[in-house]
């Protein structure tokens, strides 16, 4: 990767602030940082992360980028994730659309599942070898891809953890969804965006994630939230040290609506940063695939009330998907590919819960 100095956040970009969440102070189960991380994830869903223990390790994961991305572009299609609803591998620059209008993202990205780092020598989702991941991550699946997802689940799970507590869940409930023993989505992701001087250009389109945690790495700027209430797209300043981390769909299910899986999209750095390769790195933690993602309301007073004081019958807006994890994960990738495009529908399709975001 190149060491060119990431230039400063320009001052005059006005950005959301997230609170800071010492992830040191949660493994102590610290009672004042619990319900500060209670706080985030329940308003805006998003918040800083730091003490994480991963930053070294995240910096060897974009090294790794840098390697895959600098292959020629033939031989990264060999890795190709495909247009079949399979997430693992390979994506091109303007393989998905970022809007119902079908314009094309400008990201390239490799995600490499949770299952095959934890198995390898072994490749169980990505087979066989000639077709599994480019040369360099296999190189260093050993050194750098399973250590980064090892840690990765570690930091997931203790604040997942203690959110299920906070919900009045019995002891380790929301863990059972996320067991290493079944087949997830739960994958890492580097991304790489380049530079332009087209600052109005999406890169990633408006969305809620797929999953349950994200862990997201990145020096430059470009991620944008809608918190509540507002119409107007806020950036997201990157600092040094401190990872950003958010809920996703399933936990905003499973919590009947408690936890926030709130909009997001990704846009070229402000100001000076446009002019910079944007590399970022996320995991992702999702359930197992047979997991049914629906508000645990019986397992929960809390759940049970949120669920019943809420306007579940907004159009769209259910706490029981009647869908796997699975299935709600792949309908999500498939309809997202510009090879499945057929119209606005498609897009339509491949949305989650952000269909019905409210205030």
Not at 32 to 38: M, N, V
Not at 239 to 251: F, Q, R, W, Y
Not at 301 to 328: L, P, R, Y
Request: one cysteine or more.
């Amino acid at each position: 990767m190149s060491t060119i100095p990431t230039p400063a956040w320009p001052e005059d970009v006005p950005t959301h602030p997230l609170l800071v969440i010492d992830y040191q102070l949660l493994k102590q189960r610290d009672a004042a940082e619990i319900e500060r991380l209670w706080e985030a994830a329940t308003k805006l869903g998003f918040w800083y992360l730091k003490n994480h223990e991963v930053d070294d390790l995240a910096k060897e994961m974009f090294g790794l980028g840098a390697e895959v991305m600098a292959l020629p572009l033939e031989e990264k299609m060999k890795y190709e994730q495909g247009d079949d609803g399979d997430s693992f591998g390979y994506k091109k620059a303007g393989g998905n659309a970022v809007a119902a209008s079908g314009e094309p993202d400008t990201t390239e990205f490799l995600n490499i599942a949770k299952d095959d780092a934890l198995a390898w020598p072994n490749l169980v989702r990505r087979a066989p070898p000639g077709t599994s991941y480019p040369a360099p991550a296999l190189a260093r699946m050993e050194s750098t891809v399973k250590p980064f997802i090892e840690k990765s689940l570690e930091v997931n799970n203790t604040i997942m953890d203690i959110l299920n507590d906070k919900l009045g869940l019995k002891k380790g409930r929301l863990l059972e969804f996320h067991s290493n023993e079944e087949f997830s989505g739960s994958e890492a992701r580097i991304i790489r965006n380049p530079p332009t001087s087209n600052t109005q250009r999406i890169a990633l389109g408006s969305h809620t994630d797929f999953g349950s945690l994200s862990f997201l790495h990145n020096r430059q700027g470009g991620l944008q939230v809608l918190p509540p209430g507002s119409d107007t797209w806020q950036y997201v300043k990157p600092i040094e040290g401190h990872a950003i981390c958010n809920v996703g769909d399933t936990l905003a299910i499973f919590s009947g609506g408690i936890l926030r899986s709130n909009l997001h999209r990704v846009v070229p750095p402000p100001s000076t940063q446009a002019n910079t390769v944007r590399w970022s790195l996320v995991f992702f933690s999702r359930p197992g695939n047979s997991s049914v993602l629906r508000a645990l309301k019986d397992e929960s007073d809390i759940i049970a009330k949120a669920v019943a004081t809420s306007k579940e019958g907004e159009e769209g807006k259910t706490f029981d998907t009647g869908s796997t994890a699975q299935e709600w994960f792949a309908r999500r990738i498939k309809n997202q590919r510009l090879a499945n495009r057929k119209g606005p529908e498609t897009w339509m399709a491949s949305r989650g819960t952000e269909r019905v975001q409210v205030a």
